[in-house]
């Protein structure tokens, strides 16, 4: 088996090939070329003896078992787990991952884990509706506190709201998303590490450093480089890639992973042998496919920049020249993603006429898959963001998202170009 630490019997493996050979050693399934899917709920034990020392090796990690393959109960673990998380692991450059059922399950792992009552969150905004709502609505009511920062690349900024949240209790945990969506916004990953060590000088302990990698995937921006501690990653977007399956992941160092993986067989939160396959499947692949998607969007969004009826685009790529931003751009990203927003001149009315008049392009809120999906951010991802919030984060009644996929861009263009007759 392979693996993205160094060993020097064996030869270093880029990401896009780790990709492809990590994991799975045909050996182990009647040399099948691909790997199995295991459809079972349970395991079966030779003896009462193994099955004492694969509960051992579990729970304790150790005897006899232990660093073996025995499995107990789907829910514990499973064979297509092991493959796709040692394989998400070596493309992320993480000593080890965990695969759950959505990225929520994965944000709310880290959370329940690593945020507890008394302590404090601070976190970028915009942040994911769903995690905002973890951290501001839900895990408050188990007695943490949160403060955000809005400006990422800005290190006063975000000391500020460590400050505030330090004044009601220890951060345990510092939390940030880049690029936002649909803003562009990005959180400059070497200062938020920065920012733990401030934070751990002045509170005498370092709080855990989480980057949700979802926008830009594996491929395109490395958090681990960085030295964040826990990468989490909405599998369901790019790195599945074709809107038809919901995962999540959690990559990072063995010590905060281990306690994970006892917790989930309690939340019951693992991602099912079926769908680890087809993510293990599609992991093949998501460096050429999210590689071609953000060339379809250079195109796209310069395309719109143009029109006259656009009053501007909100792409990573813009980010404008000597701004502190770019500047993070160029050093962390890989790419300019292929999910950004555009502005109709005029509001709810345009914005309808213009989607209701696509042939080709569908209206859904997912983003990342091979179909381009485009929607009216105002009436649907933000439709519970109140509206001044909105406004403030760039997000008008003219603001459509769009996630470009794989079509030929000329199809993807002339589509846009039709429905935008209609406005
Ligand atoms: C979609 C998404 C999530 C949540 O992932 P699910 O798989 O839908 O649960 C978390 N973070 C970001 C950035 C996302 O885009």
């Known amino acids: 088996m392979l693996s993205a630490m160094p060993d020097p019997k064996k030869p270093q493996f880029r990401p896009e090939t780790l990709a492809i050979v990590s994991g799975y050693n045909p050996e182990d399934a009647s040399r099948s070329a691909k790997p199995p899917v295991y459809m079972t709920a349970t395991f079966t034990y030779p003896s009462a003896q193994v099955a004492k020392d694969v509960h051992r090796a579990y729970f304790d990690g150790d005897g006899p078992e232990a660093g073996g393959s025995g499995h107990i109960y789907s829910r514990l673990g499973h064979p297509g787990l092991d493959i796709l998380e040692e394989r998400l692991a070596a493309i992320d450059g993480a000593d080890a991952a965990l695969a759950y059922c959505s990225g929520m399950a994965a944000h709310t792992a880290v959370a329940l884990a690593y945020l507890k009552p008394g302590e404090g969150v601070v976190h970028g905004r915009p942040f994911y509706s769903g995690v905002d709502g973890l951290f ?100 369901t977007k790019y790195c599945a890639g074709h809107s038809d399956l919901l995962a999540g992941a959690i990559t990072g160092r063995k010590d905060l992973i281990d306690p994970l993986k006892l917790q989930r067989l309690v939340w019951g939160s693992h991602l099912d042998p079926y769908t680890a396959w087809l993510v293990l499947r599609s992991l093949e692949t998501v460096h050429l496919r999210t590689e071609r998607a953000m060339e379809n969007a250079l195109d796209v969004a310069t395309w719109l920049r143009a029109h006259p009826k656009v009053a501007g685009v909100t792409y990573l790529g813009f980010t404008p020249e000597g701004t502190p931003a770019r500047a993070v751009f160029e050093r962390q990203c890989k790419g300019a993603g292929s999910t950004f927003s555009f502005h109709l001149h005029g509001g709810e009315a345009e914005a309808f006429r213009m989607l209701d008049s696509l042939k080709l392009l569908k209206m859904a809120v997912n983003l990342g898959g091979s179909n381009t999906l485009i929607c009216h951010s105002a009436s649907t991802t933000h439709y519970a963001v109140a509206r001044e919030m909105r406004l403030a984060s760039g997000i008008t009644d003219g603001t459509i998202r769009l996630s470009v996929g794989l079509e030929h861009v000329d199809d993807i263009i002339a589509d846009l170009a039709q429905a935008l007759e209609a406005v």
């Open 136 to 235: 501001n609505e839900i895990m408050p009511q188990f007695g943490s506190h949160s403060a955000y920062w809005t400006d990422g690349c800005d290190e006063a900024n975000m000391w500020a709201a460590c400050e505030a949240a330090m004044a009601r209790g220890p951060v345990a945990l510092l939390a940030a998303e880049s690029p936002g969506n649909p803003t562009a916004a990005l959180v400059d990953l070497d200062l938020l590490v920065k920012i733990a060590g401030r934070v751990e000088a002045a509170q005498g302990r370092r709080p855990i450093v989480m980057v949700d990698n979802t926008l830009l995937g594996p491929f395109h921006q490395r958090p681990f480089e960085h030295g964040v501690d826990l990468c989490v990653t909405s599998l």
